[in-house]
């Protein structure tokens, strides 16, 4: 099977079309599929695009979903036991993916909280995209993920042997994790490649290589590939593109 990875999406359709054909996704007839690593939406504004070409992969058995932390976000903004709207939401972008998704505006979804959560719980995204998430996927030689596998936290990680069987909160806090830092950090599975999301790729160019800055002027965004990690994270609201790779396994 060969598989088309991406990750980071955040609701740039146009720059994920132009990605899948620089790798041949379209004019590919052999088996194969996109994988995405997670955050579908929440940056740019292409949100009813994406989410009409990701169903038409689903209905067509051709996309593996890989559940992100923006994907947790949404959900949490819908549950107004939890306050709507609040500052995260509105700064992460999930607020404003909703928008796009109902078609509504700022003002009239501030009057009626009710009416937009309703209405996201009604989209696609919700009643189906979501639900058909997996914390991760695994083939022969690769597992792909959000952030990366369970491990702990920041300066309390370490290598979780039954991480498969993690329950449902500590895959939320993976989903969290700067894979790159944590592969820097040796929490790696053996004999397998991670292919993770989430953290932008400059990270690993300027701080774990050192060879160019995080951002501005020579930063890196293209994927940070080494023995036991493909990061693909393009930070595309900053860079413009989107990563994919292509694996064959």
């Not at 949100?47 to 038409?56: P, S, W």
């Not at 909280?113 to 690769?142: C, W």
Request: glycine share 10%; aromatic share 12%.
């Amino acid at each position: 099977m060969r598989y088309y990875a991406v990750a980071d999406i955040h609701g740039y359709y146009t720059q994920l079309i132009e990605a899948l054909k620089d790798k041949g996704f379209f004019e590919d007839k052999g088996p194969r599929k996109l994988v995405v690593c997670g955050d579908l939406f929440d940056r740019g504004r292409e949100a009813k695009e994406l989410q009409t070409f990701i169903l038409d992969l689903m209905e067509k058995d051709e996309v593996i979903l890989i559940r992100g932390n923006h994907e947790d976000l949404f959900m949490q903004l819908l549950d107004l036991d939890k306050g709507y709207p609040v500052h995260p939401h509105v700064r992460n972008g999930t607020y404003n993916t909703g928008l796009q998704l109902i078609e509504s505006d700022d003002t009239k979804s501030i009057l009626n909280p009710n009416s937009y959560v309703q209405g996201a719980r009604k989209t696609p995204y919700v009643a189906k995209i979501i639900p058909s998430m997996l914390d991760y996927f695994e083939t022969e030689h690769y597992i792909f993920v959000h952030g990366w596998i369970p491990c702990g936290n920041i300066g309390q990680v370490r290598y979780f042997e039954d991480w498969r069987n993690a329950d449902k909160d500590i895959w939320e806090g993976a989903r969290w994790l700067n894979g790159m830092q944590m592969w820097r950090e040796c929490i790696r599975e053996e004999g397998k490649t991670i292919v993770c999301g989430h953290f932008h790729t400059s990270f690993g160019h300027s701080r774990i290589r050192g060879k160019c800055a995080e951002y501005g002027e020579g930063a890196d965004f293209s994927p940070f590939i080494d023995e036991g990690i493909i990061a693909l994270d393009a930070c595309t609201a900053h860079s413009g593109f989107v990563n994919c790779v292509v694996i064959d396994d």
